[in-house]
């Protein structure tokens, strides 16, 4: 009867041990704010594809689409809108003929009635953090956009 009662407590122990690795180790999502939104956001794929958002303390915003051979980087400022939903306001806009090296402080062209909506959120877990784009609007002088963007984007935060 004892030991009964002893394989009965293992049993159970060993069902929760099983069924806590078994669950995911999720962080929590962090409604955006200035303070957790500030630094450069990062996410490349091979062959030089990718995206780098850096958002900065005094509200600049840099956005660059990395396309292989070349690059188009977005100026402007950003501002959040809600709790979950950012908007980049472009000002100014350049295509490069490469992915390395890009000179962020001249040759750009005035860009009109262009800006950029995103449902996001900031995801803290496990020592890292990462940052959730969800496209809602794309205008670009004025037009939709919408292909310049994946549906949905997982960048890595790298630093300040």
Not at 21 to 32: E, I, K, M, Y
Not at 51 to 58: I, L, M
Not at 61 to 84: H, K, M, P, T
Not at 115 to 125: D, H
């Amino acid at each position: 009867m004892h030991f009964r009662l002893f394989y009965k407590k293992i049993y159970i122990i060993m069902l929760i041990i099983l069924f806590s690795t078994l669950l995911p180790v999720s962080g929590g999502a962090d409604d955006v704010n200035f303070q957790n939104l500030s630094g450069n956001w990062t996410l490349l794929y091979g062959n030089d594809y990718g995206y780098s958002f850096r958002f900065y303390k005094n509200y600049r915003a840099i956005v660059i689409l990395y396309l292989s051979s070349s690059s188009i980087v977005f100026r402007g400022v950003y501002n959040i809108e809600s709790s979950d939903t950012i908007r980049i306001n472009i000002s100014e806009m350049k295509r490069v003929e490469s992915v390395k090296n890009i000179d962020l402080k001249g040759g750009f062209q005035k860009a009109k009635s262009s800006y950029f909506i995103f449902n996001t959120k900031v995801i803290s877990g496990g020592g890292k953090r990462n940052l959730e784009l969800r496209p809602q609007k794309i205008s670009i002088d004025g037009n939709d956009s919408e292909g310049y963007f994946e549906p949905y984007i997982k960048l890595n935060y790298s630093g300040r």
